[in-house]
């Protein structure tokens, strides 16, 4: 098994260098032992203009055998000697891939004390792999190597050389070179595709693989276009290491395209979040705030529920963060962090009420959220939506409530957080639901900064308390990705009516209900947006109040409906 890299040097930057950044001196062979065999790394040539790197790996085919216990590809079960004869020893595979891994170790980490510069600086590279399986032929070794700015060779080779009409062989002789890569950019091509392209591993894959995939993709795999044949390659198509891997390379997709961390996007709850107990923390966050006159305790207020579990942690819109404690279902494709309304999740606001509380056998005021969930549903109905978008679903209070209603076929919670998306999980029982049941009901990671096709072709599509979490310079993504782009029939808007702010005492005067809004608008300002989001995308726009209607300030939360209507041509936006 045998691999060549080598570069190309000038006086002043030596190809000799290469030794440096390899860590291995090119006067010297050397000699590593690995579990499958022995190493063994050499200079075919070495000066200032040309130097070449050998990786020779001997495989110890029956100690391959022996730690592969009739199994993978080290024990084939399907023929007695096929565990001791085949071409492990000869082929690059996950063997050669590990071996670079431990010969190799700091250099592919892109460290080099000695040369630092020439470690972060890109190299004219010539790496040639003499015999590589390829399960899927030269098109597959272009397809995965051309897109990270190899030029690709890989000459199929043949069966037999005296018999041309056997055909070709599954192996290809590859060579790779580029002018723009580091060297331990090329090594980590390397420690993924090797394997990949043999379509097996020596090795049992284990959960650690993900973190090793991924370590090993950064910079390249987030956007590679075979991502996904990659990956379940990789992971020797264990479906819920595939699963898992793709969902957190998906992660690191959006916190890249936002330029913002992995850990700010994805902290839209903490893990150990108790979503078991709607009904009493909407019965306490009711009673508390049912009295305009009341004095709430300390620590609450329209945002929280007395009693209920302070959830904190940075918003995960997908585009920017900021520091805040959750509020719920906002969080989602765009929007922030969960919190205490343990029914629609959201902005966890009571309704004021005229009295200090409720006396006994007196009926317990409704919390806002649960008069926002009865408001969506009920607009949804008179739609006549079957098909159904919420996003920014956050915990998946709404999507549980969608659920309960069959006119709902199908209801789609869509959230840029995947510990977000895990609570919905066990919210709605989905390892439990029954099969025509779970048919319903759909969960994924997307973010609403940027179209998303899987969007498409709804018949309903809901933001409550979405858009208040976003910087307002983003806005016109959002627009275009909802309204532009996905085109739903129907758009529900949720939103706090800021004028409603004098009526929380507890609420200081200047005050966002919660840390995390970006903005509040005014019943004027909310209108005005929605009246140019429908003319700009071609919809009809009407508005209800959700909650009690004050005669002064307004209700709490203002709803826009939006509609077009279906048969209508559409409008192309200017």
């Not at 790996?57 to 399907?78: F, H, Q, S, T």
């Not at 479906?239 to 891997?245: E, Q, V």
Request: proline share 6%.
């Amino acid at each position: 098994m045998f691999l060549t890299i080598s570069t190309r040097g000038t006086a002043a930057a030596p190809a000799t260098d290469l030794g440096f950044l390899l860590h291995k001196h090119p006067d010297n062979a050397q000699t590593f032992s690995t579990s499958h065999g022995t190493a063994h790394v050499f200079y075919p040539e070495a000066d200032a203009d040309r130097c070449t790197a050998a990786l020779l790996l001997e495989v110890d085919a029956v100690a391959l055998a022996r730690r592969g216990k009739g199994k993978g590809r080290g024990g084939a079960p399907d023929a007695a000697l096929a565990q001791y004869v085949n071409d492990r020893p000869y082929a690059a595979s996950s063997l050669l891939a590990v071996a670079l891994s431990a010969v190799f170790s700091s250099a592919m980490r892109g460290v080099c004390k000695a040369r630092p510069e020439r470690a972060a600086a890109p190299l004219p590279l010539r790496i040639e792999v003499p015999a590589l399986p390829a399960r899927g032929g030269a098109s597959l070794v272009r397809g995965l190597f051309e897109p990270l700015g190899w030029q690709v060779t890989a000459e199929p080779v043949a069966l037999d050389a005296e018999f041309p009409q056997w055909g070709d062989s599954r192996y290809v002789r590859l060579v790779l070179e580029a002018e723009g890569l580091t060297l331990a950019e090329a090594l980590r091509h390397l420690y993924v595709l090797l394997p990949v392209l043999d379509d097996g591993k020596h090795y049992w894959v284990s959960a650690d693989e993900v973190d090793k995939l991924l370590r090993a993709g950064e910079g390249w795999l987030p956007d590679h276009p075979e991502q996904k044949l990659i990956t379940s390659r990789y992971l020797s198509r264990r479906w819920s290491l595939t699963r898992d891997a793709m969902e957190r390379l998906e992660l690191v997709r959006l916190a890249e395209a936002d330029d913002s961390e992995v850990e700010t996007l994805d902290n839209a709850v903490e893990d150990d979040t108790d979503t078991d107990t709607d009904t009493e923390t909407e019965a306490a966050e009711a009673e508390a705030v049912a009295g305009a006159g009341t004095q709430a305790p300390a620590g609450t207020g329209p945002d929280r529920a007395p009693g209920a579990e302070e959830v904190t942690g940075t918003r995960t819109d997908g585009i920017s963060g900021a520091p805040g404690t959750a509020d719920g279902d906002g969080t989602g494709a765009i929007s922030g962090t969960p919190g205490t309304d343990a029914g629609a999740g959201r902005d966890a606001h009571g309704v004021p009420g005229s009295g200090a509380g409720s006396a006994p056998g007196e009926d317990r005021p409704v919390p806002l959220a649960v008069l926002r969930r009865e408001a969506i549903t009920g607009a949804l109905r008179e739609a006549g939506a079957a098909r159904v978008l919420d996003l920014g679903c956050g915990q998946g209070q709404l999507v549980q409530e969608l659920l309960k209603d069959v006119r709902f076929t199908e209801v789609v919670g869509v959230d840029v957080s995947m510990r977000a998306l895990g609570i919905a999980a066990r919210r709605l029982r989905l390892d439990r639901m029954g099969e025509r049941q779970a048919a319903r009901v759909k969960l994924f990671q997307g973010s609403l900064a940027y179209t998303d096709k899987r969007l498409a072709g709804y018949d309903a599509a809901v933001l409550s308390e979405v858009i208040e979490h976003l910087d307002l310079p983003r806005l016109p993504a959002l627009e275009y990705a909802v309204f532009g782009a996905a085109r739903p029939r129907t758009v529900l808007v949720t939103t706090p009516n800021v004028e409603y702010n004098v009526r929380w005492e507890t609420l200081p005067a200047g005050h966002v209900r919660h840390g995390d809004h970006r903005f509040e608008w005014t019943r004027e300002e909310f209108r005005s947006w929605a009246s140019a989001v429908a003319e700009l995308h071609g919809y009809e726009v009407g508005f209800r109040p959700v909650g009690p209607d004050d005669p002064e300030v307004g209700p709490p939360t203002q709803m826009a409906v939006f509609h077009r209507d279906a048969n209508e041509k559409e409008a192309k936006a200017a």
